[in-house]
């Protein structure tokens, strides 16, 4: 007899009609549709982003291929070309302070501009520097301040040398220098010569020669004095001879660059070095040898000749339409926040301006930046960094080996770049739950959660967004066009993976790979299009690939090396339902649970918990039984009994409560002493008053009964009880639907304990009459007697226990 809690075969699945999907094949839809529902998460998003004040960075959290990064980046994009392009980041260097390169923000497209105008400027004023200082004019008037500096030494030793000679004295040059000698004639006397004379005449030479050697020494003294004289007289000359060149040049770029106070200002800067420097830049080459001496010696300080001048473009803007919309799929402390690179020569690192490279922070500045949230806590110091950067509204650029004292290298120090962007951060629920709870600084920084949901409702308006969704991605990717059929099942396999017949998932990644299997099968047949049955394919395929370790245990079932009934009646025993994840694949298998009762203090003893393979929730479905069984059968005396209850054959861990109401009735069945059919599995979790909850995993469980019973036989017995509230979870195989139509397999919706208990009893369980009590030959009755006999037994055990009565 049909049992009014059978579930007909319509309600086992939800299936959509042909005729909601006005189209042949999707090839009709031309709608572009990148993500279907989801308002909750696009209105957070259109606010975070539409906030400009600090703090007000986003999160967009939701499970894996969900689409948030595609939805994310789409508006974005949408945005960004509305927005103004930011401007450009140079970086050039510091005349005053070589370890500073300074900062140049310029309108977008002038950066490069600039780059090119100085590398220019550069080679136009070596060669105008050069001519200059080759020219006639400037090469006399340079050999004039020679000549003069070489004759006014000469002129003085020779008006000393005239002197000495009135007084029979000469100058005499040596190795080490002058000296003043006594002559007679042409000859130096020797010191015999000078001996003889007389002594008079000896003082006369002796004071006469030091008063000359006092004058030789001035002369000497004033010659280091007379040469710095000549070389700023030089100098002078040099610049001057420059200047002209060099600011009709300069000049020309000021011009250009006029309403640009901090360009002018290098400008300025690069005039005086250029022209202090004339020389040097005429005779500069690019990587001789004075470069890198020049470079060794100075280290991060001065740059060499030319590279001083030129101009590091960090940021360029002007081919950048709109505001920029960064994704930085790598996001370590330098790709993050830019680095400065390093040249070795001659074994020392040496670094200068122009080796300053952008981080991600840089290049979305003004506009977008996205980032993965994991990837943040994967290399050292990033989250830190980013944070300490949205708070301070910079960027500073700087070695992570100086900042933790790692590097004695000579390094920079660049002007700190201003930072205005908008951050997104793409992450799992869970971190971003975390993230709230641990670090106080993430609620102040990112204040604007944008949830993405699993599912979204399988509304007429959702199924028409989700079939041109799937159009869009079939054509975005290259695929064949499917007809409705295929598109229907898609729909169907996405109700299944969300496990609701009213929703469908709005995990876009799952669907593109249905598509994109499906689409191989399709080429494999050398089909034009996509039909269900390639789907369908694609969806068997997928499991065949992952179910071998099902097999394996649907075999040892079979095989009897893991116990099983499907038939029969047993006391204290039921078929309870277990699901398995392995990676992406679920499935079900049946359990046996068995429970034995004797006198006792009223205790339910779980044996997985006992043993430590039970967790939290198991244990509290455990303990509910007992304030179940006291609530219904005991109100009136101690529940005087010791349960134990186990899951055979389980060497693994055990979670959930979904077990609770099996464990519940193999319980009630070794109470009252009431067989229990095996043709039956049970899933479902119970609460203190009797009613059956819902439990996870529901089309796995029924799904793994029914291959059990089916590899030994169907009898048109067997079934699965399982919560009235999962009936609109169920999305069976078409299979397992069309042998509930045709009376070989069952499922039953239950909502109380006590409907479940006469499908697995067949007895009615009933409840209390007038007179307070449970009718006699019901089950509820065999129960309470069971229970009243525990008490009397345990009672009488007792020390000093006197008769006990019942009432």
């Known amino acids: 007899m049909k049992s009014s809690l059978e579930l007909a075969p319509d309600r086992l699945s939800r299936s959509f009609a042909p005729e909601e999907l006005a189209f042949q094949t999707t090839a009709e839809l031309t709608e572009e549709v990148g993500i279907v529902g989801q308002p909750r998460a696009l209105a957070a998003l259109e606010f975070g982003l539409g906030m400009v004040d600090k703090g007000y960075h986003v999160f967009a959290l939701g ?9 994310v980046l789409q508006t974005l994009r949408e945005r960004a070309r509305l927005r103004e392009i930011p401007t450009d980041l140079c970086y050039v260097h510091n005349f005053e302070n070589p370890r500073k390169p300074r900062l140049l923000v310029l309108p977008p497209g002038r950066g490069i501009v600039l780059w090119g105008d100085m590398e220019r400027l550069i080679e136009d004023l070596r060669a105008a520097i050069a001519g200059a200082l080759e020219g006639e004019d400037y090469q006399k008037r340079r050999q004039a301040i020679h000549d003069e500096s070489k004759a006014r030494p000469e002129k003085e030793f020779a008006v000393l040398a005239q002197e000495a000679s ?51 020494q001035r002369i000497l003294r004033h010659l280091p004095i007379w040469a710095r004289e000549r070389r700023g007289r ?63 010696g100075r280290g991060a300080a001065r740059p060499p000749p030319l590279r001083r001048y030129r101009v590091n473009v960090l940021v360029d803007n002007g081919a950048t339409g709109g ?168 729909m169907e396999r996405s109700c299944r993976q969300a496990s609701d ?48 370790i099902r097999e394996r245990l649907y075999e040892e079932i079979g095989r009897r090396g893991i116990s099983i009934d499907t038939d029969g009646r047993r006391v204290g025993q039921v078929n309870g339902l277990s699901v398995a994840v392995l990676g992406n694949f679920a499935f079900g298998y049946p359990v046996r649970i068995t429970a034995r009762v004797r006198a006792g203090r009223g205790d339910v003893v779980d044996i997985e918990r006992e043993v430590e393979l039970s967790g939290p929730i198991h244990s509290k479905g455990v303990l509910i039984l007992a304030g179940y069984l006291g609530a219904r059968y005991a109100l009136d005396r101690p529940l005087s009994l010791h349960a134990s209850l186990v899951f055979e054959q389980s060497y693994g861990g055990i979670e959930g409560d979904s077990a609770s109401a099996a464990e519940l009735f193999a319980l009630i069945s070794a109470i009252a002493n009431v067989p229990i059919t095996q043709e039956i599995a049970v899933t479902g979790s119970v609460n203190q008053h009797g009613e059956i909850q819902v439990v996870g995993g529901i089309n796995e469980k029924v799904e793994g009964f029914f291959d059990v019973c089916r590899a030994r036989g169907l009898t048109g017995r067997q079934g699965v009880i399982v919560p009235a509230t999962n009936a609109r979870h169920l999305m069976l195989r078409q299979d397992v639907i069309e042998s509930v139509r045709q009376g070989q397999f069952h499922v039953y919706a239950v909502e109380t304990v006590d409907q479940g208990l006469h499908l697995l009893t067949g007895m009615e369980p009933s409840e209390r009459d007038a007179t307070g009590r449970y009718p006699e030959g019901t089950l509820n009755n065999l129960v309470e007697s069971r229970l009243v006999e525990l008490a009397e037994t345990w009672h009488h055990f007792q020390p000093g226990a006197a008769a006990y009565e019942t009432a």
């Open 501 to 548: 017949q009213e929703k469908l998932t709005a995990r876009i990644g799952l669907v593109l790979d249905w598509l994109r299997e499906a689409n191989y099968w399709a080429g494999v047949e050398t089909a034009a299009g996509v039909t269900a049955a390639h789907v369908q394919r694609a969806i068997d395929a997928q499991i065949g690939r992952a179910d071998r």
């Open 323 to 490: 505001a920029p919309v960064v994704f930085e799929d790598n996001p370590t402390y330098d790709n993050l926040l830019g680095r400065m690179e390093h040249t070795a020569q001659f074994g020392t690192l040496s670094t200068d301006f122009l080796l300053i490279r952008p981080g991600a922070l840089h290049r979305a500045r003004g506009g977008y930046l996205v980032l993965q949230a994991d990837k943040l806590f994967h290399a050292p110091f990033v989250w830190e960094a980013l944070k300490r950067a949205l708070q301070a509204r910079r960027v500073r650029i700087e070695s992570l080996g100086e900042m933790l004292g790692l590097s004695s290298t000579v390094t920079l120090d660049p002007e700190p770049t201003p930072l205005e962007v908008q951050v997104v951060l793409l992450g799992e629920p869970l971190l971003y739950h975390l993230l709230c709870a641990l670090d106080p600084e993430f609620a102040e920084l990112f204040k604007v959660p944008a949830d993405f949901a699993d599912e979204v409702p399988a509304t007429p308006e959702n199924r028409r967004r989700y079939a041109a969704l799937i159009a869009t991605l079939a054509r975005k990717h290259g695929l064949r066009p499917l007809d409705r059929a295929a598109v229907i099942r898609v």
């Open 166 to 216: 009135k007084s029979g004295l000469a100058l005499v040059g040596t190795p080490a220098g002058f000296v003043v000698a006594a002559v007679r004639g042409e000859e130096i006397l020797s010191g015999e010569a000078l001996a003889a004379l007389p002594e008079e005449e000896r003082k006369r030479i002796q004071e006469k020669s030091k008063t000359l050697e006092e004058e030789v």
């Open 234 to 296: 030089l100098r002078d000359l040099e610049q001057e001879t420059t200047r002209a060149v060099v600011s009709h040049s300069i000049e020309e770029a000021r011009q250009k660059y006029s309403g640009l106070a901090d360009v002018l200002r290098y400008l300025e800067q690069v005039e005086k070095d250029v022209i202090e420097h004339a020389q040097q830049l005429v005779d500069h080459e690019p990587g001789g040898p004075e470069v890198l001496m020049e470079m060794l």
């Open 63 to 71: 499970a894996p291929a969900t689409g948030k990064q595609t939805l």
